[in-house]
Every structure is written in C-alpha cells, then in structure tokens.
C-alpha cells in the first residue's frame, strides 16, 4: 500500500493579515502499486497533453481553472482513495498552546487524518513532501509510527516536483479547500473527485 500525504493553506493564526482561514491536510492511498504506477503515468502523459514545459509541476493554486479540471478527470479512472482534516482556524474554535508551534499543528492535523484511515490501512508506505526542516520531517516519521500502531513499514521524504503522486494529492487537498471558500468555483474541483472520497472531517 502506498499512501501520500500534503496540506493545502497554511498553520499562521493571522486571520485578519493574510493567514487562510482553514489549514488542510490530505492523503491519497493506494492499495495496490499497479494503480499507483499506472496513475503517475498518466500523469505524465496529461503534461504533455497539456503542453508542460519539461519539469513541470502540477500545483492547485498555481493553475488555472481548465488545467485542474483537466487533471482531476484524467485521474479519475484509477483506483485510490483520500481523506482529508479540514482545521478551521476562527480563534473561537481553536485555541491551545500546541496550536501556535506550527510543527505541532502540523503534526496534530496529520494525526487526524491518520486516526480516520486506520481501518484501511496495512502495510503502508507513506511518503511526504520533503520541503521543511528534515528534523521535522524525521521528528513526524517517529510521530506517525508511534500513532498508527505498527500500520505504517515506512515512511519516505521525496520531492513533489519529482513525484507525480504527491502532486496528486496537492491537487486534492487543493481541491477539498477551496471547496470550504466563498470563490466562484469552489464546488467544481471537490465535485470531479468526490467518488474518491472516503472522509472530509471538519475540526473542531
């Protein structure tokens, strides 16, 4: 099993100087490695249909409107599934001390999606996008091991813009938070996808 994970938003408690209001973190899974191998390659082919540039990476908030659509149903045929923890960042819901560390915050929301995949998870290899600290990095790997109760064989830090997979899941966690925005299109992308989707949980 090979599962992803990435965030969309940030963990700034600034609401009124730019910080987003919700901070969300998404995971794709595969069950099976042929499926996730045969995704990467269409994503592949999808950036020379889309006439990428070589390199290119696919980035939810970077992309235009017809370009993420584009992706979301040339992924659509393949066999995965997400969750995602959608944190909602109004100081009236969330408060704590832990909440003000962004490595805890992080860490935490991991949690969450984590708690909400147990049922389905055997065996899995997680891999994370590598930007950030590595100690972090290395400091959530011990993390997640310790929470998941041996669910997890290991846990790998790559590159998202080498990964097509993790790109997968940047437009994921993209998608489920526009879709808790005002923005005109907001419940297009979340749409597209929602067959894939196993557990949206909104916290607190």
Not at 76 to 103: A, C, H, R, T
Not at 136 to 151: A, C, P
Not at 192 to 198: G, T
């Amino acid at each position: 099993m090979l599962v992803f994970i990435d965030e969309s938003g940030d963990t700034g408690r600034k609401l009124d100087c730019g910080s987003s209001r919700y901070f969300v973190v998404s995971m794709v899974f595969f069950e099976e490695n042929d499926e996730a191998i045969a995704c990467d390659q269409r994503i592949s082919l999808l950036k020379k249909e889309l006439r990428m540039p070589d390199g290119y990476e696919f980035k939810f908030r970077k992309m235009r409107r017809e370009q993420r659509e584009a992706f979301l149903k040339a992924v659509l045929p393949y066999s995965f599934g997400y969750f995602s923890v959608v944190i909602n960042k109004d100081p009236k819901k969330l408060y704590g001390d832990g909440f003000i560390v962004k490595e805890s915050f992080y860490k935490y929301a991991c949690f969450l999606v984590f708690e909400n995949a147990k049922p389905h998870l055997r065996n899995a290899t997680v891999v994370i996008d590598g930007s950030g600290s590595r100690e972090f990095k290395h400091e959530l790997q011990v993390y997640l091991r310790k929470k998941t109760d041996g669910l997890i064989k290991k846990v790998k830090i790559q590159s998202s813009h080498s990964n097509n997979l993790i790109q997968l899941v940047d437009m994921i966690a993209g998608s489920v938070h526009r879709s808790f925005t005002g923005k005109g299109d907001k419940d297009i992308y979340r749409r597209i996808i929602k067959p894939h989707e196993f557990k949206v949980q909104v916290w607190p």
